[in-house]
C-alpha cells in the first residue's frame, strides 16, 4: 500500500471559476442561495459552452444519414466528426476501435456482453466487487461463470487476488471488468496494470469510465501494448454533456459478423422479405434513429475537458479533498467508507461516508431541503434498507464555499440542529413535513404563446364559420 498523502487543512488555491464555466443563476425557493450540486458522480450540470454549442447546433438539426438535405448533411458531418472525435478523445485509432453510440453507460455494457466475442474454452468472467450494477448485472446474464476479484479494507482493489484469479483461470478466462474509477469511493484503479495481467494470459479487458472520463485523461493504447484497453464505456451526462447520450468504444474485430444488439433501420444495408443484409462498423449497432444532438455534446464537452487540461481537474479535485477531508474527519460519529486517511494518489475527488445514528436517507433530506444535493443509499440495500453511504462527488461547479456550507450543515444535523420536522415514508424516504414546492415555478409546463398565431383557436373557427355563413344564407335564402 501506498503512504498516504500529508492532508493540509489550509485552503489551497483553485485555478477552475466555476461561474465562467457554469450558470449559477439557480436559486432554491426557501433559501434563495445558490443550489450547490455535490452529486457530480451521479450527473454532472452542462458547460455554458456546451449548452450555447448544443443551442446553436440545434437550429441545423435533421436526420442523419438519412437525407440529402443541407441540414442533413450538416447532422450527419457533426454526427461523424463527433464519432472521431471521441475516439481520438481516448487516444483510440480508427483502424483498431470502434465508437458506437448508445444511450447511457448501462446499454454500453448491455450491448457489449450481447456482443462480446466469446469462444467455447473461456467461459469465466471476472468482476471487481466495487463494479456499479450496469458493469455486473449483464455479465450475469451471459450464462458464463462469474467470479469477483476482492477489494482491500481501504477499498482499493486487491491487486494480488486479481493475479491469482488471473493464473487459476488462465486460458478459461474471457473478460476481466474493472472500473476506472469507483462511484463510491472514487478509488482510481491501476487499469493498465489490470489489462497487462488480463492480457497475459489472452483475456480481454472492459474498463468501465463513467466516473473517470470527467477527471482523468483516458488512453487505450494501441492492440499491440500490452497495457492497451480492449472496451471502455462512458456517458455524456457524467462529463457536463446532457442526458441520454453515451459511447461504447471497443476493438472493431469484436463486432465484425454476427448480428446486432438491436436489429432495425440504419443498421442494415439490404432487407428482403427473407435476407437481412448489415452494415459492418458501428452504423450496425446503432439501429434506429440516432442522438446527434447528444453525440455533438458530447464531443463538445471533451474537448473542452481538454482545453481545461486533466491536470487542471485533477488540481482542483485535490484541493477540494485536501480541504474538505480534515474538516468531515472532525465531525463527530462520521466515519469515512475506507477509513482515513486518504490516499489522494490513488482517488478522485469522490467522498462517502457513513454518520452513527443518523439515518443517511435523512442526512441528504435534510441537506436538500437546505439546496446541497448528494448521493445517499448508493451501494446494494440489504433487505431493511439500512445499509447505505453519504456521498459527496466533486466536479468543476464546486469551491470552497460549497465545502464550508456542507460540513456546516453536518454539523448542525449531528447536534440536532435543523429545522422542519422529517417523516420516513414507506420506502425509508424522508421528506421535510409541510414543506411543498410549486416546481413549475422554475421549469414551465406551458407553451410559450405564439406571438402571430398561425393556427386558428376554435373560437376564431367559430367566428369564421358565423361570418361565412351569413353570407352563405344570403345568397341561398331557400335553405333558411
Ligand atoms: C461507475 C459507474 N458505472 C456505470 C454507471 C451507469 O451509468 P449510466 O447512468 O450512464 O448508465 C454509473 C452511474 O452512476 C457509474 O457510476
Known amino acids: 500500500m501506498k503512504p498516504a498523502t500529508a492532508i493540509k487543512a489550509a485552503k ?50 435533421s436526420s442523419a444519414h438519412r437525407g440529402n438535405g443541407f441540414k442533413s448533411q450538416i447532422t450527419t458531418w457533426a454526427f461523424e466528426e463527433a464519432r472521431v472525435g471521441l475516439l481520438r478523445f481516448v487516444q483510440a485509432r480508427e483502424d483498431q476501435h470502434l465508437c458506437i453510440f448508445t444511450k447511457n453507460t448501462t446499454e454500453s455494457v448491455n450491448l457489449l456482453a450481447a456482443r462480446f466475442p466469446f469462444v467455447k474454452e473461456r467461459n469465466v468472467i471476472l468482476i471487481s466487487s466495487m463494479e456499479h450494477h450496469s458493469s455486473d448485472l449483464p455479465w450475469r446474464k451471459t450464462g458464463h461463470t462469474i467470479v469477483y476479484i476482492a477489494i482491500n479494507k481501504d477499498g482499493t482493489l486487491d491487486m494480488d487476488d486479481l493475479q491469482n484469479k488471473v493464473s487459476m483461470y ?48 483516458i488512453d487505450v493504447k494501441d492492440l499491440d501494448d500490452p497495457e492497451h484497453l480492449d472496451y471502455i464505456a462512458f456517458a455524456g451526462h457524467k462529463m457536463y454533456a446532457p442526458f441520454g447520450s453515451a459511447v461504447l468504444i471497443g476493438r472493431k474485430d469484436a463486432f465484425s459478423g454476427g448480428t446486432p444488439f438491436l436489429d432495425g433501420g440504419g443498421a442494415v444495408n439490404i432487407v428482403t422479405l427473407v435476407n437481412v443484409t448489415y452494415k459492418e462498423g458501428a452504423e450496425k449497432e446503432e439501429a434506429g434513429s440516432p442522438n446527434t444532438v447528444g453525440a455533438y455534446a458530447m464531443f463538445i464537452a471533451s474537448k473542452q ?77 440489504d433487505i431493511n434498507n439500512k445499509i447505505g453511504y453519504i456521498r459527496l462527488s466533486f466536479g468543476l461547479g464546486n469551491t470552497f464555499t460549497d465545502v464550508d456550507l456542507v460540513v456546516d450543515a453536518l454539523k448542525k444535523i449531528v447536534h440536532g440542529e435543523y ?62
Open 305 to 381: 475537458l481538454q482545453q481545461i487540461t486533466f491536470s487542471a481537474i485533477e488540481n482542483h479535485e485535490r484541493a477540494l479533498m485536501e480541504y474538505a477531508l480534515p474538516k468531515l474527519q472532525k465531525i463527530p460519529g462520521l466515519k469515512l467508507a475506507g477509513g482515513y486517511p486518504v490516499d489522494l494518489g490513488t482517488r478522485g475527488g469522490v467522498i462517502s461516508f457513513t454518520i452513527d445514528n443518523i439515518h443517511f436517507n435523512l442526512v441528504a433530506a435534510i441537506l436538500g431541503t437546505d439546496l446541497i444535493s448528494l448521493r445517499e443509499n448508493f451501494i446494494r440495500k
Open 419 to 480: 429545522k422542519f420536522k422529517y417523516i420516513q415514508d414507506e420506502h425509508g424516504e424522508f421528506s421535510a413535513a409541510g414543506v411543498n414546492c410549486d416546481f413549475s415555478a422554475f421549469v414551465s409546463l406551458d407553451v410559450e404563446p405564439l406571438k402571430h398565431p398561425t393556427r386558428m383557436t376554435l373560437k376564431t373557427v367559430f367566428l369564421e364559420w358565423k361570418e361565412k355563413g351569413k353570407k352563405w344564407m344570403k345568397i341561398h335564402p331557400k335553405l333558411r
Open 170 to 217: 488462465g486460458n478459461s478466462l474471457a473478460l476481466v471488468c474493472v472500473s476506472g474509477a469507483s462511484n463510491v469511493t472514487g478509488i482510481l484503479n491501476p487499469i493498465y496494470k489490470v489489462a497487462r495481467i488480463a492480457h497475459s494470459v489472452g483475456a480481454q479487458v472492459y474498463i468501465d469510465c463513467a466516473q473517470l472520463v470527467s477527471r482523468r485523461a
Open 12 to 61: 489551497p488555491s483553485v485555478a477552475l471559476d466555476h461561474s465562467q464555466l457554469f450558470d449559477v443563476s439557480v436559486t432554491g425557493p426557501l433559501t434563495k442561495k445558490r443550489c450547490i450540486n455535490l452529486d457530480n458522480g451521479a450527473s454532472t450540470q452542462p458547460t455554458t459552452a456546451v449548452m450555447t454549442a448544443v443551442g446553436n447546433f440545434m437550429k441545423y438539426y
